[in-house]
């Protein structure tokens, strides 16, 4: 099984910019595809992107379309969520999830494998 382990999150301003990493360990990640969600206190967890495993492409949720990017580095088996003009509803604890499955996912149940997750606070 993979490990995932988030990490890069922080205090930005709005406007800001602000990149997040999801290292693995345990597994090759490419074997994986991998979503990021976020959860902001009271709210459910919500599906922000994801990275398919069979071509690398990546898709979005319509809140952070064109300024959430979605990346890939194979060598550091790590992916990451390069995140630009921030907004205070940014805020909230962003989680890697990852599964050896599925294809396109948005929802977490469709995921096995989650991180920890790192705060991203951004202020107005």
């Known amino acids: 099984q993979v490990q995932l382990v988030e990490s890069g999150g922080g205090l930005v301003q709005a406007g800001g910019s602000l990149r997040v990493s999801c290292a693995a360990s345990g597994r090759t990640l490419t074997s994986y595809s991998v979503a990021w969600f976020r959860q902001a206190p009271g709210r459910e967890r919500e599906f922000v992107g994801g990275i398919k495993r069979n071509d690398g492409y990546t898709y979005y949720a319509d809140s952070v379309k064109g300024r959430f990017t979605i990346s890939r580095d194979n060598a550091k088996n790590a992916v990451y969520l390069q995140m630009n003009s921030l907004k205070p509803e940014d805020t909230a604890v962003y989680y890697c999830?990852?599964?050896?499955?599925?294809?396109?996912?948005?929802?977490?149940?469709?995921?096995?494998?989650w991180g920890q997750g790192t705060q991203v606070t951004v202020s107005s």
């Open positions: 999830a990852a599964d050896p499955l599925r294809v396109g996912a948005r929802t977490t149940y469709e995921y096995i494998y």
